[in-house]
Structure formats: structure tokens, C-alpha cells
């Protein structure tokens, strides 16, 4: 009978919730531990201890080829690899070379983008299903830098080789500092800083980033020569270039830029009606540029329609070259918007499939990655990179089992380069202009985004129509840092503007909720309970303690102890003891929200506490974090002027100490009381 107490009931229908359990004892009931604290020598002992297991699981995890391809079944993932990595192939090739029209250099290095940092994500990278290579909106931030040297060459006659080399050596630089920029944050673990780019932030800047690509792209759609520019309002300037000289369109180009759209928009809704039916989508991308090729070399549209063309596509690959970075300071912080945004994409991407197909992805190992990507795919003259959501999807259609994929689409690339290559060099660059504009169509619908926020939450809403803005009005690297500040001043704005909340409890339970909400949440006489729904810091210490003050100041008006007349001996003397003491209401806290207060709230805290204890309020604590508890244990705040003592473990064990505290009778408490 071990599990009967003296009430007769088992210990699990005790009456607990009647007792006015503090921290303190809760400590001895659950033998809490204190946990060590390391010295920075232990600390970089335990990092650098080394043994046979933990060699193998760094190598395993430093290389992830080593833990995947030992175990490669061809008999079951070959298929699905092949398949997926030739079709993926197929789509980085007029991808790459439009991708690479954006960022102001020759479709080739958009070809040898799609290929080394496909190898060499297949040897680190930990994502079955994302698709590595060349990015719009990185091409569009990194095209927004080499146009500069465009407009400085306006005033010293270069030729236009020495125009493309100087954007070539622009578009390295950045590639390779962004590199660095993602490996040291590898180094000092921080792959969780691009969770400073909100979702709202990030899709009204690739939003903007849309429409600039789009104004950008109307020039080689109509043949109008229009004028890069940069700075202020650069996509309102371009767009009234294009308006004002819509006269001097050339008729071979819109010509073929109609026909390209037509063909492209026909074969997307084709696989959209058919998706379900068709074994693999079809590549109208591929089928555009093939037909596009053979109509100009055989109309020569080049020269007798005056059409742009790719040009010369040299075959063969490019020689590694370390990069001089001798414009490193200039170049700085478009590489870290490139190296921020680039990440978040893949990331955030990664994470979608993982999840979805039941594995782990590493987001400090997928940092690692992707910095070797643009490091050494800078060395070969690449771009930066990072995952496609379109060709990502493609393997998922198909079924893809494994990063073999990657190298396969690597090989259709190295194929292109060194044997078929020079057959694209009479490719309209108008096909290539449809082929980004039609693609866009997913982030132009980001537009549907205002009537979603403007339902769930307004203040969203004004960070994606500040990022959209700024984005429009700023270059797009400034823009985004607009964004991201305006951004967290709305984080800054949501917890300064943080109140709190009167509670009550529910009769029959332990649960306490906002007296303004629950008409049958009543609080006890004598007390007042108020919980804190936010960080505690300098922006919003002092209204927080007002409203508390002013809350306090009114609970002792509307909601005083009533003192009591002793029908027992016991209560009697119980009745005087009450009545001797000075402290005639209590204030409990409810700090199970706050995850930190900074030193001016703990000094505003303290002086709140003396200034209570001095009008007779005694003050409790209930459902503090450790954190804050360590705090003000630091600050004093618990030794100097708060017992610990008044420590409790929940808003309902403060209840029972503030009844058995005030001069009144103690309150029946069902024993049967459920927990919330």
C-alpha cells in the first residue's frame, strides 16, 4: 500500500496543487544538477580531442561523398540519377547562358558555372535533391555591379573585349570574396545568420529583383539600345529608355521575341495540363533555343535583320586563375549580400526537401559547400552560385535517388563545352531574353502576397512593401540592407509596444488566463497577477513597469484583502499574525515569456520591487527562465532584494504562498484540479 498516503488517495490524486511549492524546493524534489561550466582551455581541449571514431565521423561529415558513395546501389538508384542529371543537364544550358547575360558577361561563363561547382557540391554537399549552378537574382546582383564598368568605360576608348574582360574579372571577384565571406562564417559557425533575412523581406526583394530583370530585359526583346544604369531609380531609368526610343525597335527582334514567347508559354501550359501523364516534362526551354539556332543560321538573322547573337562561344574549358582582388573594398558588401542571399536560398530550399523526404540536411556543412562552390568556382572563372527552385523541382519530379545526379548534369555540360558548344554562337540573345522573362512569372505572383498579409499581419505586409521599394529605388545589394533594417526596427517596434496582461484563474483548475478574455477568470483578493509577454530591455522597460505600477496601484483600489474574523483558535491566531504584517497584497509575475532582460531593465526591475515592498506589496516570481534567473542572481536582484523564496515554479504555486500570506482564509483548492 506504498502508493496510498495518509488521505487515503493514491500519491497521483494528491492534493499538490494546494501547495505552495517554491524553486527551492522544487530543486531537492527534482534533484537538480548544476551544470559545469568550462573554462575556454576545456572548452578547446574537447573541441580538439581526437580519437579513431570521432576522425572517421569528421571525415564522414567533412566529406560527404565518403558516407554515401560506398553504399551506391546501382541496381536501384542509376536509373533515377541518370535520368535526372541528363534532364537537369539539358535545363542549365540555356539557363547558364541567360543567367549569364544578366550578369553582363559572355553566355559561355554561364556554361562553365553550370559545371565545376556541380562536382564540386556532389563531394560536399549534403542535399539529394537541390540542383546547383547559376542563380537569377545573384546574376542580377552581381550584373548590377559589372554594369559600372560599362559606364566608366563610356569615357576611355576600350574596345569591347577589354569592357567584357574587366566585367569578367568584376563578376570573379565578387564570386571569390563571396566564397570567403560563407567559409569564415563556416569557421565561426554561422550558418544561422541568414535568419536575420525574413520571409517577408527576402520575397519582396526578389520580387523588385523581378521586375528590374524584367525592365532589363526589354532591350534585347525589342532591339531598342538603351543605356545601363546604376544608382537612384536605375529600373525607372532603363524603362523610360526603353519607352522613348520604342520607335527604333527593330522588327527582326520583337519578331522573334514573340514567336520565342509563344512557343515557350505553349510547351509550359503543355506540361501543366499534362503534368500527370507525362513521364518527363517537356524541355521548351531546350526546344526553343535548338529552333531559334537553326532559323537564324538558315534566315541569317544576323545580318540581314540586324538580330543580336550570342557570338563566340570558345570550346574547351577555362584554365584556373587566382583572382587579384584588387577591388576587394569596393566589391565588399555586394559580395556579402551575394554570400547572405545565396545561402538563404539554399537553405531554405534544402530544408524544404529534406523534410519532405524524410532526411537530415546540415545546414554548417551546406555553408561549407557552397562557399567551396563559389571559392574554387571562382578560380575557374565562374559566378557565384546556389541552389535553382525550377531545376530542383525537376529532380524531385523524376525521382532523384542521390548527388550523382549533379555529376551527371555535369558531364552534359563538359559534352556542350567541348564538342557542341560553337553550335549556339548564332542563338538570338532575344530567345535567351524570353526564356528569363517567361520564368519569372513565379516571382511576379509574389504579388498576391499583399492581400494574404494584409489578413494575417499589417506589419509584414509594410516590411515586404519596404523591401519591394527600397529595392526598387536603391541599388539591389543597399536595397536589401534597407530592407533588413527596416526589418528589424519592426522587430524592435513589436516588442517595445509589448503589454501586459491581467490574469485570472479559471474555477475548477490551475489555469490562469487574461482576465479581459475569460469572464469567469477571477483573481484572488488581495493579489494581483500579471504576466510579461515579451524581452525586457531599455526600449521597453520603463513602459512595461508603468503599466505594472499602474496595475498594482489599481488592484489595491478595486481588489484589497479582506481581513477576517477568526471563528477558531487557529484561525484567530492566524488572523493576528495577518494582521501584523505590513505587506497587505501581492503582485505575481509571470515570466515565463521574458527570455531576457538586459542590465536597465534589471536596475528598473529592482527599483520596482523596493518601491512595492515599501507600499506593502509583496512581490513573487513564478515560471522564470534560467536564463533571467541567472541574471538576477548576477545583478543581485534575488540575494539583495528578493528572497529566493519568492521564487516559484508556476504561476499556481505563487497563488498558494500570496493565500497563505494575506489576511484572509485560504481558499479550498479542488484536489482534482486538472493542468493547462
Known amino acids: 500500500m506504498d502508493s496510498v498516503e495518509r488521505s487515503g488517495l493514491p500519491h497521483y490524486r494528491q492534493p499538490y496543487l494546494a501547495v505552495a511549492l517554491d524553486k527551492a524546493q522544487l530543486d531537492v524534489l527534482g534533484n537538480r544538477v548544476e551544470k559545469k561550466s568550462l573554462s575556454f582551455l576545456e572548452r578547446v581541449k574537447a573541441k580538439c580531442w581526437c580519437s579513431g571514431p570521432r576522425l572517421k565521423s569528421f571525415l564522414l561529415g567533412f566529406f ?36 549569364a547575360m544578366l550578369v553582363g558577361i559572355p553566355p559561355v561563363f554561364g556554361l562553365y558555372t553550370s559545371f565545376y561547382p556541380l562536382i564540386i557540391y556532389s563531394i ?15 546574376a542580377i546582383l552581381i550584373g548590377s555591379v559589372t554594369a559600372n564598368v560599362e559606364l566608366l568605360s563610356n569615357d576611355v576608348e576600350g574596345s569591347l573585349i577589354d569592357v567584357e574582360a574587366a566585367k569578367v574579372n568584376v563578376a570573379v571577384q565578387i564570386t571569390v570574396l ?138 574547351g574549358l577555362s584554365s584556373p586563375v587566382l583572382p587579384s582582388l584588387s577591388q576587394a573594398r569596393e566589391l565588399f558588401i555586394p559580395a556579402l549580400s551575394v554570400a547572405l542571399v545565396g545561402f538563404s536560398f539554399h537553405s531554405a530550399l534544402g530544408l524544404v526537401f529534406a523534410r519532405k523526404h524524410g ?24 559566378f557565384a552560385v546556389s541552389s535553382s527552385f525550377s531545376r530542383s523541382m525537376v529532380q524531385d519530379s523524376i525521382g532523384v535517388k542521390s548527388q550523382m545526379a549533379g555529376v551527371v548534369s555535369a558531364l552534359v555540360i563538359l559534352t556542350i563545352l567541348l564538342k557542341i558548344g560553337h553550335l549556339f554562337e548564332q542563338l538570338p540573345k532575344a ?5 528569363i522573362v517567361v520564368n519569372l512569372q513565379g516571382i511576379l505572383a509574389q504579388f498576391k502576397d499583399v492581400c494574404v498579409l494584409w489578413k494575417s499581419d499589417r506589419l509584414d505586409l509594410l516590411v515586404w512593401v519596404a523591401s519591394l521599394i527600397s529595392t526598387l529605388i536603391f541599388n539591389l545589394d ?36 487574461d482576465v479581459g478574455l475569460y469572464t469567469e477568470a477571477k483573481q484572488g483578493p488581495g493579489m494581483t497577477i500579471v504576466s510579461c509577454s515579451s524581452p525586457i530591455y531599455f526600449a521597453n522597460s520603463e513602459l512595461v513597469f508603468t503599466e505594472i505600477r499602474q ?57 520596482v520591487v523596493e518601491d512595492l515592498d515599501v507600499q506593502g506589496v509583496s512581490v513573487f516570481l513564478a515560471a522564470c527562465p534560467e536564463r533571467v534567473l541567472s541574471q538576477f542572481q548576477t545583478h543581485g536582484c534575488i540575494a539583495d532584494i528578493l528572497p529566493s523564496s519568492c521564487l516559484f515554479p508556476s504561476v499556481h504555486h505563487a497563488v498558494q504562498r500570496c493565500l497563505r500570506t494575506l489576511p484572509r482564509p485560504l481558499e479550498e483548492i479542488n484536489p482534482d484540479a486538472s493542468e493547462c
Open 64 to 99: 560527404p561523398v565518403l558516407a554515401w558513395l560506398p553504399h551506391y546501389s546501382i541496381r536501384e538508384n542509376a536509373f533515377r540519377d541518370l535520368l535526372s542529371g541528363v534532364s537537369v543537364g539539358i535545363i542549365q544550358l540555356p539557363q547558364g547562358m541567360a543567367n
Open 124 to 138: 560536399f554537399g549534403t542535399s539529394r535533391h537541390l540542383s546547383i549552378g547559376t542563380f537569377a537574382f545573384l
Open 178 to 315: 563571396s566564397g570567403l565571406i560563407q567559409l569564415l562564417l563556416y569557421l565561426l559557425c554561422g550558418d544561422s545568420v541568414c535568419r536575420w533575412l525574413s520571409d517577408p523581406v527576402i520575397r519582396g526583394y526578389t520580387t523588385a529583383a523581378g521586375l528590374h530583370v524584367g525592365i532589363l530585359q526589354l532591350s534585347l526583346m525589342t532591339g531598342i539600345p538603351v543605356q545601363r544604369h546604376t544608382g537612384l531609380l536605375a529600373p525607372a531609368w532603363a524603362l523610360k529608355d526603353v519607352l522613348h526610343g520604342v520607335t527604333g525597335a527593330v522588327p527582326g527582334t520583337l519578331s522573334v521575341s514573340v514567336v520565342s514567347m509563344v512557343i515557350l508559354i505553349g510547351g509550359k501550359m503543355l506540361n501543366e495540363r499534362f503534368k500527370n501523364k507525362l513521364p518527363v516534362a517537356i524541355p521548351s526551354e531546350l526546344i526553343l533555343i535548338v529552333l531559334g539556332t537553326i532559323l537564324s543560321v538558315q534566315m541569317d538573322l544576323a545580318g540581314q535583320h540586324r538580330v543580336q547573337v550570342v557570338g563566340h562561344i570558345p570550346s
Open 359 to 382: 532526411y537530415r540536411l546540415f545546414p554548417s556543412q551546406e555553408l561549407l559547400a557552397l562557399g567551396l562552390c563559389n571559392t574554387i568556382g571562382g578560380i575557374f572563372q565562374c
Open 431 to 435: 530567345v535567351l531574353a524570353v526564356i
Open 478 to 513: 543597399l536595397g536589401l540592407a534597407v530592407a533588413v533594417v527596416f526589418s528589424l526596427l519592426t522587430l524592435i517596434y513589436r516588442t517595445q509596444h509589448s503589454s501586459t496582461v491581467v490574469l485570472g484563474r479559471i474555477p475548477g483548475t490551475d489555469c490562469y488566463r
Open 551 to 607: 496595475t498594482v496601484s489599481r488592484g489595491q483600489k478595486e481588489n484589497p484583502a479582506t481581513v477576517h474574523t477568526a471563528t477558531s483558535s487557529s484561525s484567530s491566531s492566524s488572523s493576528s499574525s495577518a494582521q501584523k504584517s505590513t505587506h497587505t497584497h501581492c503582485l505575481v509575475l509571470d515570466l515565463s515569456s521574458v527570455n531576457f532582460m538586459d542590465t536597465v531593465a534589471m536596475t528598473a526591475f529592482c527599483k
